[in-house]
């Protein structure tokens, strides 16, 4: 089980880092100068890919650590 965990957890830091930045750089997070960071922009093909499989990832590595704890 915890093998299981820590390969999903491998993946979903992948392919957390492969998703694309909203923002140009760290500052205009932090100052807010990036003013369609939140902008309703609809992901397309490869982004809505990695978008699915994160949000995918995410629910497993909850569940199997939830099924860990009480295990």
């Given at each position: 089980m915890k093998?299981?965990?820590l390969i999903i957890s491998l993946l979903?830091?992948?392919?957390?880092?492969?998703?694309?930045?909203?923002?140009?750089?760290?500052?205009q997070i932090i100052s807010g100068g990036n003013s369609d960071l939140f902008s309703r922009r609809k992901e397309r093909g490869v982004e809505l890919l990695i978008s699915?499989?994160?949000l995918a990832l995410g629910?497993?590595?909850f569940l199997v650590s939830l099924i860990a704890e009480f295990i």
């Open positions: 093998t299981f965990l979903l830091i992948a392919i957390v880092l492969l998703q694309s930045n909203k923002a140009e750089s760290a500052s699915r499989i994160t629910m497993i590595f």
